[in-house]
């Protein structure tokens, strides 16, 4: 049986599942910003940084903390404390709440599309509101992210002297980063 949605309504429903599913690509994706390795044991290795994961990273030796290994593969920061700057773990906390809202929302307008009465007119003011915070708290992410570009640990690995706030240095942005803001 089909839902009882207006051709509006399948509308904002198939949207609403596409922006679910972008922002919490780009939320999960480490490709935000990248670039190459700054030091010469890294030579040919592209460095990548999301908001709570990261992709080729140093990484303290087990046990010579004073040594560094290179990993070259993608994971998580150990905790919370290890994301390299302040504005992106308020980031990653704005992006989880907003792309969890949109999913929330989404799977809402899945089964409108499909029962009948699912979505009435106050379900669908209070999934527009939703949607309207989810928007506000992502807008907000992009706008901090970049005020993490100055953190040492990016300058040291892969952006150079030359990075800071809003400015790249000899990273660039990365298809995530991009995923987010469409």
């Known amino acids: 049986m089909c839902g009882s949605l207006t051709a509006h309504g399948w509308l904002w429903a198939v949207v609403?599942?596409?922006?679910?599913?972008?922002?919490?690509?780009?939320?999960y994706w480490a490709d935000w910003i990248n670039g190459p390795a700054v030091m010469p044991?890294?030579?040919?290795?592209?460095f990548e940084y999301g908001l709570f994961?990261?992709?080729?990273?140093?990484?303290?030796?087990?046990?010579n903390r004073a040594h560094m290994i290179l990993r070259t593969d993608c994971g998580r920061y150990e905790n919370f404390d290890e994301i390299p700057s302040i504005w992106w773990r308020v980031g990653t906390v704005l992006d989880g709440i907003g792309a969890?809202?949109?999913?929330?929302?989404?799977?809402?307008?899945?089964?409108?599309?499909?029962?009948?009465?699912?979505?009435?007119n106050v379900l669908a003011y209070l999934a527009g509101a939703t949607q309207l915070l989810a928007a506000l708290c992502l807008t907000v992410t992009l706008f901090?992210?970049?005020l993490g570009w100055d953190a040492s640990t990016l300058r040291d690995e892969a952006c150079g002297v030359t990075a800071g706030r809003y400015k790249l240095g000899r990273c660039?942005?990365?298809?995530?980063?991009?995923i987010a803001i469409g």
């Open 16 to 27: 609403s599942i596409l922006a679910a599913g972008a922002a919490g690509t780009s939320f």
């Open 41 to 46: 044991q890294a030579q040919n290795v592209t």
């Open 53 to 63: 994961r990261r992709c080729n990273f140093l990484e303290h030796n087990a046990t």
């Open 100 to 120: 969890g809202l949109l999913v929330l929302v989404a799977l809402t307008a899945f089964f409108a599309l499909f029962l009948e009465d699912v979505c009435n």
């Open 144 to 146: 901090i992210y970049p």
């Open 172 to 178: 660039q942005l990365g298809v995530a980063f991009y």
